[in-house]
C-alpha cells in the first residue's frame, strides 16, 4: 500500500525543522504576501529559500500556500512571486481563487494544491479541477468517510488529501463568516476572531437581553471543537489518499511536536499492520490542545469518542 503523505503546518523556519523532526513528509507554509495567516510570522523570500534547501536535505517538501481571494490590486507581483517560487524549487502552491490558479499555470509548471475553501464535497468538482491543471484536491471539512472513497474511486487520476486534526470553523470548509466581517479583506488579513471567547445576548423585547449557550467559561458557539482523527486513522488511511493533514499554522510548538509525533506513529503502526489506538494519544493531543474534540463530518453529523 502507498503510504500516505503527513502535512504540517509551519508558521516559521523553527516550527518547520519541529514538524520534520517528529515525521512530517511535508509542510504547508506562507510567504510574506498572498497569504491569509498574517498572524503568523511567515517566510521571507530569503528564509523561503533556506526552507525548500533543508526540506531537500531531509527528503520532505513544501507546499506554499497562496490562498487570498484577491482584489484586482492585490494581483499584482503575484507573477513574479509565482516564477520565483518556482527557481526556488518549492513542490507546490496552494490555492482557491481561480484567479490565482489561472496565473500559477501560466507563469510556472509549479504543481497546485487546491484549497479546501474551494468545498469539493463530490467527484464532479474533483474531476473538473483536474481538468483545469491542478494535481491536488484537498476535499471539504463536510464530507463522510462513504464520500471519500466514492471520489477516491471515480476520480483515481488526481491526488486527494483531508483533515485529520486541528480547527474547524463556522462556515463551510473554514470561510469564516466571523473573518469576513471583522478583518481588513480589502489586505486579507485572519485574525483568527472566529476563536476568541464572546459573551452572546438574544433580544427578547425591545430593550431588553438574555445571554444564551453561555456557562462559567463563556460561550464558543462561533468555533466549533477542534477536528481530531486519531482514533480512526486506520479507517482513514485505508481510502488510500494521499495525503492527511494537520491545522494549525499559528498554533505553538507544542501543539505541533504533539500532533504531529502522534499522527506520525499511528501512521507508522498502520503500515506495520499493527495499530491499536493508544489512550496516551488522545491524553496527549487533549494536553496541547485549546479546545475539546469532534470527529467532525467523517462518520456522520458527530460521532461521540470512542475512549
Known sequence: MKRTELVAP???????????????????LGGKKYNLRTGSHNFT?????????????????????LDII?????????????????IVGVHGVVVGDLGVFQIVREFSS?????????????????RMWHKLGASRVILAREISIENVRDIRKKVPEIELEIYVHGAMHMSTSGRSLLTSYMSSKEENLDSNNAQWKY??????????????????????????????SIENLDKILELSVDAIRIEGRMMNNDYL?????????????????????KKGWLEDLEKASPREFTRGFYFGIEGKRSI
Not at 431588553?208 to 453561555?214: A, N, S
Open 70 to 86: 484577491p482584489h484586482n490590486h492585490e494581483l499584482e507581483g503575484l507573477d513574479e512571486y509565482v516564477k520565483f517560487l518556482e
Open 199 to 228: 459573551l452572546v445576548e438574544e433580544q427578547t423585547r425591545p430593550g431588553e437581553y438574555m445571554p444564551v449557550f453561555e456557562d462559567e467559561h463563556g460561550t464558543h458557539i462561533f468555533h466549533s471543537k477542534d477536528l481530531c
Open 110 to 126: 509549479l504543481k497546485i494544491s487546491v484549497l479546501t475553501q474551494a468545498s469539493n464535497t463530490n467527484f464532479r468538482a474533483v
Open 257 to 277: 511536536t504533539t500532533a504531529v509525533r502522534v499522527y506520525n506513529e499511528g501512521m507508522k503502526d498502520f503500515y506495520n499492520g499493527n495499530f491499536n489506538v
Open 10 to 28: 509551519a508558521g516559521n523556519m523553527e516550527k518547520l525543522k519541529l514538524a520534520f523532526e517528529n515525521g512530517a513528509d511535508s509542510v504547508l
Open 45 to 65: 523570500d530569503e528564509e523561503l529559500e533556506e526552507a525548500v534547501s533543508y526540506a531537500k536535505e531531509n527528503s520532505k517538501k513544501i507546499w506554499v500556500t
